[in-house]
């Protein structure tokens, strides 16, 4: 009799690791049936961070939303290291892939301890606490006493004590004074270097954003204008100008 091989699978732990942390294919989603992003495309490594960037309005919140499930997507697909993500927030954050929302999803009469206590790995609390040194100084300070910096810290850490492989982080810089956004951007980038942590950043401040990203995209009325090496368009922000604007010649390379 001829032996028969036994063919690799097609779902093997070496497989699965050269997938993209996230896979975004064809995402078309909005609010109350209205479309408000199309056909967005994007690969994030492990490791990278990738900025999404754009005018208001452009669809920025509406991509987040969507593919976490909060909000229900209208088409495409999403993938985590190559499994299709649902549409149920709490299971796809269990599986990795954790959204600190535009309003930080805190909860303004507990204490910041109690924050991180309701979180299911709180275990891991102090490995967390290292890289946030002054949440321990708030430990008993009811949340809503928290300046809008404190409480972004305090999001960050909850959302850090998932253990997530995909960190989705909404309008990191949004009401914060720009010391305490400089100073909160770079643990996005630690993570992403000493953890492997994917991270997809929504960020108004174009400026703060490329300093800690890989790569970066631009979005306009719902659609991707513009994506490229975020070093590279640091040097060259009339591209990324001219993708806000929907100015001709702007190269919409890699979309």
Not at 12 to 40: I, Q, W
Not at 81 to 104: C, F, I, M, Q
């Amino acid at each position: 009799m001829s032996k028969v091989l036994s063919q690799p699978d097609a779902h093997s732990p070496a497989e699965k690791a050269s997938e993209p942390a996230l896979s975004v294919r064809g995402l078309t989603g909005g609010h109350h049936g209205l479309v408000a992003v199309r056909d967005v495309t994007f690969d994030v490594a492990d490791g990278e961070v990738l900025t999404i960037l754009g005018p208001n309005g452009a669809g920025k919140s509406t991509t987040l939303l969507s593919i976490v499930g909060v909000l229900r997507r209208m088409g495409g697909e999403v993938l985590s290291h190559g499994e299709t993500l649902g549409s149920k927030p709490e299971v796809n954050a269990r599986r990795g892939v954790t959204l600190v929302p535009d309003d930080r999803g805190v909860f303004h009469q507990l204490s910041v301890a109690d924050n991180l206590r309701l979180t299911r790995n709180s275990a891991d609390l102090e490995s967390v606490l290292d890289d946030f040194p002054k949440l321990r100084s708030l430990w008993k300070r009811r949340c809503g006493l928290l300046s809008g910096g404190e409480q972004q810290m305090l999001a960050l850490a909850k959302a850090l004590l998932q253990k997530p492989k995909v960190l989705l982080v909404d309008e990191l810089s949004l009401g914060l004074a720009p010391k305490a956004a400089q100073e909160l951007m770079p643990i996005l980038r630690h993570q992403a270097d000493e953890r492997g942590l994917a991270v997809v950043l929504v960020e108004q401040h174009v400026d703060l954003a490329l300093s800690i990203a890989d790569t970066a995209a631009v979005l306009r009325h719902g659609r991707i204008e513009l994506k490229d090496d975020a070093a590279l368009l640091r040097e060259q922000r009339h591209r990324i100008e001219d993708a806000y604007f929907g100015r001709q010649g702007h190269d919409p390379s890699s979309h």
